[in-house]
């Protein structure tokens, strides 16, 4: 390739790239970060982007809720955008859990788990999936999961209440479960979570903690949503009879007591939504941040003085969460206006993180410099 083709080449992807940051411009000039911190755009037109995984060549995967689709993105030139998009899957029932694991792709519909082999190789040309699960309950009402690989290679999910409060009728619901990543060995390890589209596991420990959304119509600050953690086998959260560890539900807690069940590890304020969260293993960031907590917070729908829209920063001391900050808020403006709604958190190699954005349709690209 000669010379003026190379330097065409870069003059069109640096167009593009300088497009998508005028582009969010505003937004992105909106957002605050603490000292040193920068937020830029990795990836746009990522239409309803929820869950991340990415292979070990560098390509993101991202899933979808009510769109239905799986993207691939790439950064072919590493400049910290992908300009590269490709839809492996379209209308998919809820693809919102996204994994990767040994060259193949794992996506959580709602009523099944399917795999695309081999997938960084056929980006433009996916292969057909293969079902390696399909006796998941189908209902729409909290179906959609998140799905990752824990440190025992097994593939992990939650599924959720079909209802806001209930009494499921199946133990299936509101539980986390695990199975191998050839469908067989299904196991129920918890129940009595209400919805839980985010974990991860704790390092050094090894534990499992998870975020759970509380129920509505309790009003604007009840019940807090929670962070869980998941230690052994039998495990009950209190759903649908307690909240949080020592609220009983007014519809269904009956003669349950809260001492029989498992309590939060912490607890967010009530609505705040959150989703996708990632302990920080890197070495990018400064040393305060080493093995503390970033969990996406979508956000309420339902409070008369809206909350969250933010990153939080979920403080660890000797194993246990002490305290919560801001880590990056701005998607909620002073007027109430929403410009975007965080949903889930992925660590890149360099150790920048990246943050998925269901509303605005992008996915962005956090790095730190002294």
């Known amino acids: 390739m000669n010379f003026i083709k190379v330097l065409g080449l870069l003059l069109i992807t640096n167009h593009t790239v300088v497009a998508a940051e005028n582009k969010y411009e505003d937004i992105l000039k909106q957002l605050q970060l ?3 911190f920068s937020i830029s755009i990795y990836a746009d037109n990522v239409t309803n982007a929820r869950s991340l995984a990415m292979s070990e060549s560098g390509v993101l995967y991202v899933g979808t809720r009510q769109q239905g689709d799986v993207y691939a993105l790439k950064d072919s030139n590493g400049d910290g955008f992908a300009d590269k998009r490709y839809v492996i899957a379209s209308n998919l029932y809820m693809p919102n859990g996204v994994a990767y694991k040994n060259g193949d792709l794992y996506v959580a519909e709602t009523n ?69 990543s050839d469908g067989s060995d299904f196991e129920i390890l918890a129940t009595g979570i209400r919805n839980s589209v985010g974990f991860d596991w704790q390092p050094k420990t090894a534990k499992l903690f998870f975020t ?51 309590a939060p590890e912490w607890k967010f304020k009530a609505h705040k939504a959150p989703l996708g969260m990632r302990f920080y293993t890197g070495d990018q960031f400064p040393k305060r941040f080493n093995n503390q907590l970033l969990v996406a917070q979508h956000g309420s729908w339902n409070r008369s003085k809206p909350h969250g829209y933010r990153i939080a920063l979920i403080k660890f001391k ?6 919560e900050h801001s880590f990056i808020s701005g998607w909620l403006t002073k007027e109430d206006k929403v410009l975007g709604r965080p949903t889930d958190i992925l ?16 996915v962005y690209r956090v790095t730190y410099k002294k």
């Open 212 to 262: 759970e959304n509380g129920r509505d119509y309790l009003g604007d600050n009840l019940p807090p949503d929670e962070l869980n953690s998941w230690t052994k086998k039998g495990q009950h959260y209190g759903y649908p009879y307690c909240h949080a560890g020592n609220i009983p539900d007014p519809e269904l807690a009956g003669n349950r007591s809260c001492e029989e069940f498992t």
């Open 112 to 180: 099944r788990i399917i795999r695309f082999d081999n997938i960084d190789k056929h980006l433009s040309k996916p292969p057909k999936p293969v079902v390696i699960y399909d006796q998941l309950p189908s209902d729409k009402h909290h179906g959609w999961k998140y799905l990752r690989f824990g440190p025992d290679d097994k593939l992990y999910t939650a599924v959720g209440a079909p209802c806001n409060i209930c009494v499921p009728e199946k133990s299936i619901y509101s539980s986390l479960v695990r199975l191998n």
């Open 318 to 323: 000797e194993g246990k969460a002490v305290s």
């Open 34 to 36: 603490p000292v040193g």
């Open 347 to 362: 660590q890149m190699a360099d150790g920048s993180i990246l943050i998925a954005d269901d509303t605005l349709g992008v």
